[in-house]
């Protein structure tokens, strides 16, 4: 009799777990809700801030946006311009949905999992060759940020010196910068060099595996900078480093900018509308964080991030130098970068022999209608776009970013 | 003859004992080789007949086990108040729910297409092959897939959350075992007790609940213990994946990009994500031993 029991105790099992979906339901919502979603109701438009011309909201439009990666000064902007009331004072409830290692932003907004989504120029236009239908509404990097940094007696000051070293790079995209580089200077990236496949951190710099590392002014560079040298038992500065700056060699590439979806641009009623009202309140919060760069930093870890104080603030001021100053107006594609990107993005060939883009992208991969819409909105509220007066902050780095 | 029971409480007391020091004993061991080849070992890795086999031994690499596990009392950032093995221990206990209910999702899965199976052998042939391939799809180019299925479904007003994403990932890892062992089981039933069944003119689910279940248990329990350990696994790589907040996984990849200036920092979530399988296998060998508490000890092996 009993021996039967023992199916029932399978049973139980499950119920038992199941019983734990309930209350994991719960609370991981809870754990696991975006920061951004909890806001004051978007109706109050904050005081101080210009309501939009009818004064108040009659309702509020979800928007949902795709970040690159969790949660980091690199977005800081729309953290702010949801601190701020931004968002809330064109009508609009911004949640920001973090991204991951697989979670490719363009991918998600395609999918129509989002609303608008933030991805470097290149890799979006290599989705939209694939047939994803997005458009770069606003590009607010205006300038590229990735370095090949290297010890000072490595000697390498120039991508012709990369001749012969071992060169650090992460791959999947992020890689070609380096081979314009190796093209223009006149080496041939499958015998010329020896490309190494880097990881996200610096330690193989810093141990000697590779010559010279790939590292975001914002993020890798700081990263060194905030180790302890061993010989000194003092952080390593500046000065014991070379650093090749690709847009300064006339190869970068443009990053952060803002997609849409094209189909709906074109079809959904109001779509466009919120995408300029999107444009126009994101640009505000990055004028505020040029503005008020600690600050920033500020919402930027109460959102949850876990970088330490000194890293954020340092990634705040050297993403401020990618956006500011901006000559044509926050957001607006400067056509000039656009068409080298592109070009690059055809003519360079990775050790696989492939390029980033078989033909030239479209006429409709860009628009600059409706970045010019939200200035103008800007414009009205008084807002300084262009950020002419804009002076970097200085930043020390403590070990480990603390 | 009266103090029989009291020798054998006294004997399972003492193997239980036993059981616990081993363990610790076995924790010091790892950690005392790690030590020592620390101290032996190349400080830059080292070559064996050309092939770069051996570790580094340095700080970076290897940070002292002192070093670690005093990381777990200093704060998780300078000027915040939570103190790491806090911020460990909560990250652990939410991967520890959604493998939960990964696991709940993937044993009911399981167990729901394992009697399909051995109710139809059409279904057994059709699906089986399928079950086997949808283990070799990488969890980590479904994961995005959930993701973006996952962030269009709204039913009447309710969305689906980001942490069912990675629930359902750890059920996909968890429902093969379960399926293939209990099927396993289902059919394993004595012919000789099936035809008495049939004498009786049981019906078919009489036959699947008094005879074919209990005799698949001894097949079902391991199964379940393969689903728990494949439901944290697939919980934690889809945390990682998708970059779902609040779990290990995501701590220890957030950890990991401090891993040049504070190496001692992701080994104590690495340790977590460790404490984490061992819960969830408690919790099955609990389970277990309820299950199996009347059979005779030999099947319990």
Request: aromatic content about 10%; glycine content about 10%; hydrophobic content about 50%.
């Amino acid at each position: 009799m009993r021996r039967i029991k023992g199916w029932k105790a399978v049973a139980g099992v499950v119920a038992l777990s199941l019983a734990a979906v309930a209350c994991g339901g719960d609370d991981g919502d809870s754990a696991s809700e975006e920061p951004a979603a909890t806001e004051a109701p978007a109706t109050e438009a904050p005081a101080g801030s210009e309501a939009p011309a009818d004064g108040t909201c009659e309702s509020t439009t979800p928007v949902k946006l795709q970040l690159q990666w969790f949660t980091q000064a690199q977005f800081a902007g729309y953290f702010a311009a949801i601190e701020e009331g931004y968002y809330a004072a064109q009508c609009l409830d911004v949640s920001i949905v973090e991204g991951g290692v697989d979670i490719v932003p363009q991918q998600q907004l395609a999918d129509g999992a989002v609303d608008f989504a933030l991805s470097w120029v290149p890799k979006a236009l290599a989705s939209r060759e694939a047939g994803a239908d997005i458009v770069n509404i606003a590009q607010i990097f205006q300038r590229s940020g990735t370095l090949q940094v290297s010890f000072k007696d490595k000697n390498i000051t120039s991508p012709a010196d990369f001749a012969g070293k071992k060169i650090g790079n992460w791959g999947y995209g992020n890689e070609f910068e380096i081979f314009a580089a190796l093209t223009q200077a006149g080496i041939d990236p499958a015998t010329g060099v020896e490309l190494v496949q880097q990881q996200f951190d610096m330690a193989a710099l810093l141990a000697g595996d590779i010559d010279a590392a790939e590292a975001m002014t914002y993020n890798e560079y700081a990263q060194v900078l905030e180790a302890v040298n061993p010989e000194t038992g003092a952080l390593y500065t500046a000065d014991d480093f070379n650093v090749v700056s690709y847009e300064d060699e006339g190869v970068g590439m443009l990053q952060d900018a803002i997609w849409a979806s094209g189909d709906r641009l074109a079809n959904e009623e109001g779509y466009r509308d919120t995408a300029v009202k999107f444009v126009a309140a994101s640009i505000q919060g990055w004028a505020f964080c040029r503005d008020n760069a600690q600050a920033c930093a500020d919402i930027v870890v109460s959102k949850g991030s876990k970088l330490g104080a000194s890293h954020q603030l340092w990634q705040m001021n050297e993403v401020n130098k990618l956006i500011w100053p901006a000559a044509g107006g926050a957001g607006m594609i400067d056509s000039a970068a656009w068409d080298r990107t592109a070009k690059l993005a055809q003519e360079t060939v990775n050790l696989e022999g492939s390029t980033v883009l078989t033909a030239a992208p479209d006429a409709e991969a860009y628009t600059n209608d409706i970045v010019t819409e939200a200035l103008a909105l800007l414009e009205g509220l008084g807002v300084d776009t262009t950020g002419e007066g804009f002076a970097p902050i200085e930043v020390t780095l403590n070990e480990g970013g603390a | 003859m009266s103090n029989a029971p009291s020798t054998r409480n006294h004997q399972v007391m003492l193997r239980r004992v036993r059981r616990m020091v081993l363990f610790v004993v076995s924790i010091v061991l790892v950690a005392a080789v790690w030590e020592i080849y620390k101290a032996v070992g190349p400080e830059a890795g080292g070559k064996i007949f050309g092939w770069k086999l051996l570790p580094r031994a340095n700080d970076n690499a290897m940070p002292h086990v002192w070093e670690m596990l005093s990381r777990y009392t200093r704060p998780e950032l300078r000027g915040s108040d939570r103190r790491i093995w806090s911020v460990v221990l909560a990250g652990a206990w939410f991967s520890f729910r959604l493998a939960l209910v990964g696991f709940a999702l993937g044993t009911t899965l399981g167990l729901g297409l394992a009697v399909l199976m051995s109710r139809f052998k059409i279904a057994e042939r059709g699906i089986l092959p399928y079950l086997v391939v949808s283990q070799t799809v990488p969890l980590i180019a479904l994961a995005p897939l959930v993701v973006s299925w996952g962030g269009k479904l709204h039913v009447f007003g309710w969305e689906w959350p980001r942490w069912l994403s990675a629930a359902v990932l750890g059920g996909f890892l968890a429902f093969f075992p379960v399926a293939v062992g209990t099927l396993r089981g289902l059919q394993s039933a004595a012919s000789a007790s099936v035809e008495l069944m049939d004498s009786y003119a049981a019906s078919w689910t009489q036959t699947l609940f008094k005879l074919r279940f209990p005799a698949a248990v001894p097949f079902i329990v391991p199964s379940l213990k393969l689903a728990a350990s494949s439901s944290v696994i697939g919980v934690v790589v889809a945390e990682i994946s998708t970059g779902l907040k609040g779990g290990i996984g995501r701590l220890i990849i957030e950890y990991a990009r401090e891993a040049t200036s504070d190496p001692a920092k992701v080994f104590t979530a690495v340790f977590g994500a460790a404490l984490l399988g061992l819960a969830m296998s408690g919790f099955v060998t609990i389970a277990d031993l309820y299950m199996m508490r009347n059979r005779p000890k030999e099947a319990t092996a």
